[in-house]
């Protein structure tokens, strides 16, 4: 099978000295992004962007790609440990994993978390290397209006699937575009939403923004809860992992339909952080002993970590093929392969297979060696958070600000970055989900330049969007899942109805 | 926090309405090749407008119905974020003047000392070591200008 024979190629490029080398440091900042609160999965990718600059595209996304892997694993260890999520995706692993830590099972707990991740990264890998072609054959066949009903198919999932309120989701959605739309028309060349401001010409940035709102935002969370960092000691012994592996062995199958869950979740864009959420509650609802849930049941870690590392490895898929991505932290990636002067998508597979193979090659191998590093070194990075939090916050503030700065050698930029942890901060408290508005900023150029082109090939008539074969069933999956929420309530009001009737 | 739902919302529905004015300026029909520059802004605008604005009236019925309900930002929690958010915007502004290694030596000190209490000699210490650290790493390493400030480039003979 060729795909076999671009795998092994892929592997290679991933193996060669330099590009290990660079996974390796990439899974180490990775962990430690992980731990810290601050210094998220998406934020730290984002700050390291500016440097990936000075290096050529192949090891520059697998470093940004390598501290993704590295704080999948990372955010469980303050979970388990400090019962502080250190990032979005690992809050499910508290609710099991620190119980089971202060029962003086903080090894077992840490390494369930850690192979569980290690699973659903070995499954979303797989996915990964046999359906990215597939798809990206298929996406070839994509003009614009498939691009932007496949666009508005990932945001209908946000709204329709996302859990939170629809129209905080849409409002969200839409002052994403909208910042993505302010500054400067490539088409016609005008100023939009400038109103004469020169900082405004420049328009947002999206690495600006992920910073300030998962960055700052993030530290404005943590602080308001006046946290202390008192840390459970462990140490992985060599036993614990062996009864780590008869644990999972016991579990199986809370850990495939973990991984599943993940790697579905990452695939439709939403992310490890709601596929950690929705595994943990499906691994409750089928679990035999339910009580145990909260208290340190095995499954209740096995599940979320299996599906968030899932999601987070397949929601390398989308982004490659159709460039679309899984995950906010995906999004950033892409950002960052713009920013190579690589286009994601199906043309990035026919133009630069070495690219996308090493790509996908050094996924794998991210991920196990990542599995490895963290369970072989987790002391080292607890102490990390040894540090005085009044020496780290100020710290983390300042690298943020470096990170910010670098994108664009902008002042402005710094203010945008505190005014967006305070939008990020304020986002989280009302509910307004933030992911998609990032997905926005991101994907709103792209968006709207497909949406011009389809409308200019359809002469102004809406209908283009719904042409057969590839967008009709597109768009009618988006509007299905657009009005999911309305859909199951209706059902539910049906059957409660014919339940009550006569009889 | 309904009061900071609806506060929220209707600042969102400003922004709505100043996206939509100047998506109004830019013509939003179809123009001589397609769509004009304000058309898709325009469809974003109403769309916040409409959003925000039932979003804002939900907050306010259930304000009136069930009150404010629970806190924004929970008890003792407001002091720690203005401890982070002011500083950190005295630092944006202080980066303009004396660059931004500079501005985060300051911070760190700051911080370090009126919110952690730690002692002189570490304060010190880690406020001049991590600057000069990170000021290797990015300026001099990676080669990535950083803001010098009006005066920093003068401050740092190096």
């Known amino acids: 099978m060729e795909n076999v024979h671009n795998l092994l190629m892929g592997l290679g490029v991933a193996l060669q000295p330099h590009n290990f080398l660079v996974a390796m440091i990439g899974l180490v900042l990775g962990v430690i992004v992980g731990v810290l609160p601050g210094l998220g999965g998406a934020n730290g990718v984002a700050i390291l962007i500016p440097l990936t600059v000075t290096m050529a595209p192949i090891p520059g996304i697998i470093l940004l790609s390598s501290i993704y892997w590295g704080a999948l694993y990372g955010g469980s260890i303050t979970s388990i440990l400090f019962n502080i999520p250190g990032e979005p995706w690992s809050v499910a692993t508290t609710f099991d994993g620190y119980p089971m830590a202060k029962k003086g099972q903080a090894g077992k707990a840490l390494v369930l978390s850690f192979l569980s991740h290690g699973a659903g990264a070995i499954l979303g890998v797989v996915m990964l290397s046999f359906f990215a072609p597939i798809i990206a054959e298929f996406a070839l066949k994509f003009g614009p209006a498939e691009i932007f009903s496949v666009m508005l198919l990932t945001f209908s999932a946000f709204v329709g699937l996302g859990g939170k309120s629809a129209l905080k989701t849409l409002a969200s959605i839409f002052l994403g575009f909208s910042l993505a739309a302010v500054g400067m028309d490539i088409v016609t060349g005008q100023l939009r939403m400038t109103y004469g401001s020169v900082d405004l010409m420049g328009g947002f940035n999206f690495i600006v923004a992920v910073i300030g709102l998962f960055g700052l935002g993030e530290i404005f969370l943590t602080v308001e809860e006046g946290l202390k960092m008192e840390g459970i000691k462990a140490r992985v012994r060599i036993r614990d992992i062996t009864e780590g592996f008869k644990e999972l062995g016991r579990f199986y199958k809370t850990l495939i339909f973990g991984a599943l869950i993940g790697c579905w979740m990452g695939l439709k864009p939403g992310g490890a952080t709601p596929a950690s959420f929705m595994a943990y509650g499906f691994a409750k609802q089928a679990a035999a002993n339910k009580e145990e849930f909260g208290h340190g049941a095995s499954a209740g870690i096995i599940a979320p970590e299996a599906a968030a590392h899932g999601a987070g490895t397949s929601a390398t898929l989308p982004m490659i093929t159709l460039g679309i991505p899984g995950s906010p932290t995906m999004a950033v990636i892409m950002g960052g392969l713009m920013i190579f002067g690589l286009t994601p998508g199906p043309m990035l597979f026919v133009e630069h297979p070495d690219f996308v193979w090493g790509l996908i090659g050094s996924c794998w191998v991210g991920n196990i060696i990542g599995l490895i590093i963290v369970l072989a070194f987790t002391p080292v990075f607890v102490a990390v958070l040894k540090v005085r939090f009044s020496i780290l916050m100020p710290a983390i503030v300042y690298i943020c600000a470096i990170g910010a700065y670098a994108v664009n050698n902008r002042m402005i930029d710094l203010y945008y970055m505190v005014g967006f942890g305070v939008v990020g901060y304020l986002f989280k408290k009302l509910d307004y989900p933030i992911a998609p508005m990032v997905l926005a900023l991101v994907l709103g150029d792209m968006a709207e330049s497909a949406m011009r082109q389809a409308l200019i090939i359809g002469q102004g008539s809406p209908l283009v969007f719904f042409r057969p074969p590839i967008a009709l069933p597109i768009m009618i999956a988006a509007i299905v899942i657009f009005f999911w929420p309305t859909i199951t309530s209706l059902r539910k009001k049906y059957a409660a109805r014919t339940t009550i009737g006569p009889g | ?158």
């Open chain 2, 1 to 158: 926090m309904r009061k900071a739902d609806i506060f929220v919302a209707a600042l969102l529905f400003v922004i709505g309405v100043i996206v939509l004015v100047d998506s109004i300026r830019l013509g939003f029909r179809w123009g001589v090749s397609g769509p004009e520059a304000g058309f898709f802004p325009f469809s974003l605008s109403v769309g916040i407008l409409i959003c925000t604005a039932i979003i804002g009236i939900k907050a306010i019925k259930k304000h009136g119905k069930e009150g404010p309900g629970e806190r924004l930002i929970p008890e003792g929690g407001l002091k720690p974020i203005l401890w982070v958010l002011l500083p950190s915007i005295g630092m944006v502004i202080l980066t303009e003047f004396i660059g931004i290694h500079l501005a985060a030596l300051v911070f760190l000190a700051f911080y370090m000392r009126a919110v952690g209490k730690i002692g002189w000699g570490k304060v010190v210490l880690v406020s001049i070591l991590v600057p000069m650290a990170l000021y290797v790493v990015f300026d001099k390493l990676f080669l990535i200008p950083l803001p010098q400030g009006i005066w920093g480039g003068k401050l740092i003979p190096f």
